[in-house]
């Protein structure tokens, strides 16, 4: 019993199913590289900065002491 050679409803529909497949991921992960990950991590970096900020004037203050 031989196997049907894959003819053209079935090659098209394979063809959408892989582009949709390819397209939705891409669009998935922009989505939450840019709406979820860049702006917490740029949260996270301002948090930072302003915490080294206002640690600064202290290591300074310790450095003229010493």
Request: charged share 20%; hydrophobic share 40%; proline share 5%.
């Amino acid at each position: 019993m031989a196997i049907a050679p894959i003819t053209g409803m079935v090659r098209r529909s394979a063809f959408v199913d892989i582009t949709t497949s390819i397209i939705l991921g891409t669009v998935s992960g922009y989505g939450y590289w840019y709406g979820f990950h860049v702006p917490i991590v740029r949260k996270r970096e301002a948090y930072y900065l302003k915490l080294k900020e206002k640690k600064l004037p202290i290591q300074c203050y310790n450095e003229i002491i010493d």
